[in-house]
């Protein structure tokens, strides 16, 4: 499936043109609540679609529930929607893509669909993605996260990637320095698990260096002294870190941050990076019995050396210590115990939070146990 990008401050007039060849009357818009006006989106789509029938859609969870995709097949379907268009953070277009994929279904038990991923036919409706955003790179992946009863699931197809996406560094401007910062982190936290994953290739490893040289240099001057400049390498890290993860996967620290967000209301990319320092650590002392990459422990151990040469510092230690001093230097509290999260709630997150799919992706062997250790490190 081929996907065209456009890229710069004005790079969202080539929407017209799209729909023009698309011949479309029906636009299905799915978009955050106050981020759609404050970004600036408002204001320039408007103009580009002003002659059309436009279904907006914008009342969701910040965590898409199954119940809010539901409503929204519906309203799709009611206005004989032909086009879908996402401008938002992740939420807004992991909405979209998994309305437009379930209502290209023939199957009605759509539930259950959700929860066993058994999707069966293409996309038939054309998505074009406007991320709001530098962090979740919705709009290059073939997924999207559905919450059933508080319960994360990842909607999965080929045909799910938007068509076509457009990184205007103007829409992050008015992102505040939190968001910019848990967005930013979260991009970086996927470039560097991808790169660990068991699932890397060469051209997953490719992103995943560019993800994190980008963000790395960047991501702190773009939270506190924002630039057009600096926005777009942001958005470039991002969606490069997006890129690695279609491919590659994420591992065991996005396991663990869903119930975090969940139960304790901590953003999302945020509760991702809590572990990640610790994580680094865990995986730079892997050994030959606990190594779960096929490559070999020797290729795992090469692969650490390497980010830890990105990161600074002689050693795995000093490296990790720069990893939580970039956190920090962000504004973005290290502790669980400074965020309200308690010793005895280290058990709810790992029940609710140890996915043996995700588990499987990291290059060392993890179990309960040892993600108890992780926790209690950082408590």
């Not at 011949?23 to 106050?34: A, D, E």
């Not at 591992?251 to 304790?264: G, K, Q, R, V």
């Not at 990319?269 to 650590?281: K, Q, R």
Request: one cysteine or more; charged letters at 20%.
């Amino acid at each position: 499936m081929q996907i065209n990008e456009f890229i710069g401050i004005d790079c969202l007039n080539q929407i017209t043109e799209i729909i023009k060849s698309e011949n479309i009357q029906n636009i299905f818009l799915v978009t955050g609540k106050k981020s759609f006006e404050n970004s600036g989106a408002k204001e320039k789509l408007d103009e580009l679609i002003k002659n059309l029938n436009i279904t907006h859609y914008f009342d969701f969870e910040v965590n898409p529930k199954f119940e809010d995709v539901l409503k929204g097949i519906d309203l799709f379907k009611q206005n004989n929607c032909e086009l879908i268009i996402s401008c938002g953070g992740g939420s807004a277009m992991d909405i979209a893509k998994s309305i437009s994929i379930l209502s290209s279904q023939k199957e009605t038990n759509l539930r259950e669909t959700v929860i066993k991923n058994s999707i069966i036919e293409d996309n038939k409706y054309t998505h074009i993605a406007i991320p709001t955003t530098a962090g979740s790179g919705s709009e290059v992946t073939h997924f999207g996260v559905i919450y059933v009863n508080n319960k994360k699931y990842s909607l999965t197809h080929k045909s799910m990637k938007p068509n076509f996406y457009f990184l205007d560094p103007s829409l992050l401007m008015s992102n505040s320095e939190y968001q910019k910062a848990t967005s930013g982190i979260d991009a970086f936290s996927q470039a560097i698990e991808s790169f660990w994953s068991v699932n890397s290739n060469t051209e997953s490893i490719e992103y995943s260096i560019k993800a994190i040289e980008l963000l790395w240099h960047n991501l702190e001057d773009a939270v506190k002294t924002p630039t057009i400049e600096n926005l777009q390498k942001i958005f470039l890290g991002s969606n490069y870190a997006g890129k690695a993860i279609n491919i590659a996967k994420t591992t065991a620290s996005h396991s663990i941050s869903y119930p975090i967000t969940t139960f304790f209301k901590i953003s999302h990319g945020h509760a991702v990076y809590l572990t990640i320092p610790e994580m680094f650590y865990f995986n730079s002392n892997i050994t030959e019995k606990d190594c779960n990459d096929k490559r070999g422990v020797n290729y795992v151990k090469e692969k650490m050396k390497k980010l830890q040469q990105m990161f600074g510092g002689n050693s795995f230690l000093e490296a990790k210590q720069n990893l939580e001093l970039f956190g920090k230097n962000l504004n973005l509290e290290n502790l669980l115990s400074n965020l309200g999260i308690n010793r005895e709630n280290i058990n709810l997150i790992i029940q609710n939070g140890f996915n043996p799919q995700r588990v499987k992706n990291n290059p060392r062997y993890l179990n309960e146990e040892n993600l108890k250790t992780i926790l209690e490190k950082i408590y």
